[in-house]
């Protein structure tokens, strides 16, 4: 299942850590099976597109069925793929599998520092 952004009625699922002044706008989002996948770009004090701070947002139950959330900018995808485009990382094509193998590469990355 895939949306473009939400109803108003919907509450974000986080928001994740961005600078002070900086908003994150919620782009699309796609669920799949017990996960959920939200793309969220990230602006500025002066609204401009971030891209490499842009990021998806990845949620799934935990034990107790409460959400666990993990989130994968582009910068950070970019530590393992320099050559990762915004077009790509952004597209809603992307949530699912590629967004689950960005996130493993990063914490076995993580895991060998």
């Known amino acids: 299942m895939f949306e473009y952004a939400r109803a108003p009625e919907e509450e974000p699922m986080s928001s994740h850590q961005l600078p002070n002044g900086w908003v994150a706008q919620p ?13 969220h770009r990230a ?19 935990n034990a ?3 959400p666990k959330l ?13 050559e990762l485009a915004y077009g ?5 094509l992307t949530a699912g599998a590629r967004v689950d193998a960005w996130l493993a ?7 060998r520092h």
């Not at 602006?43 to 139950?61: F, I």
Request: hydrophobic share 30%.
């Open 64 to 66: 107790q069925g409460e």
């Open 70 to 82: 993990t989130s994968l900018s582009l910068d950070e995808a970019r530590r393992a793929h320099p």
């Open 105 to 111: 590469e990063l914490a076995s990355g993580a895991a």
């Open 27 to 39: 782009a699309c989002r796609r669920i799949e099976g017990a996960r959920s996948y939200e793309f």
């Open 88 to 92: 790509e990382f952004s597209s809603s």
């Open 43 to 61: 602006y500025s004090p002066e609204n401009c597109l971030d891209e490499g701070r842009s990021y998806w947002l990845v949620a799934e139950p």
